[in-house]
Nanobody, 125 residues
Framework: QVQLVESGGGSVQAGGSLRLSCVPSISMYSDFYMGWFRQTPGREREGVAVVETRAGATYYADSAKGRFTISQDRAKNTLYLQMNSLKPEDTAMYFC??????????????????WGQGTQVTVSS
């Protein structure tokens, strides 16, 4: 069982920034894809940003492009999501994911096996 521990959520005003961190219990290099997803009550979990941990390719939801950056620090075995120019509609519980099945889009939540407990991001107008 892979454990994922997220941190870095909080409350900010619109236009502000936050950086989320995710530390997996396994080496990031042993997985192929890791990513960030978010969910609000009553809605499906949606992909925000994903990185191929070995090749370095990144994938972003349209809503994240130009504002969010996913990155990895292999020395610290940590996945990050830098979120800039935050908007109230970015308010959600953010989850780190690993264990991509290889079926479907890397931005598809159903394709991941392991999940963190989530960290809340609240953006006020």
């Amino acid at each position: 069982q892979v454990q994922l521990v997220e941190s870095g959520g909080g409350s900010v005003q619109a236009g502000g920034s936050l950086r989320l961190s995710c530390v997996p219990s396994i080496s990031m290099y042993s997985d192929f894809y890791m990513g960030w997803f978010r969910q609000t009550p009553g809605r499906e979990r949606e992909g925000v940003a994903v990185v191929e941990t070995r090749a370095g390719a990144t994938y972003y939801a349209d809503s994240a492009k130009g504002r969010f950056t996913i990155s990895q620090d292999r020395a610290k075995n940590t996945l990050y999501l830098q979120m800039n120019s935050l908007k109230p509609e970015d308010t959600a519980m953010y989850f780190c994911a690993a264990g991509f099945s290889g079926v479907g889009s890397p931005l598809q939540a159903a394709a991941y096996k392991y999940w963190g407990q989530g960290t809340q991001v609240t953006v006020s107008s």
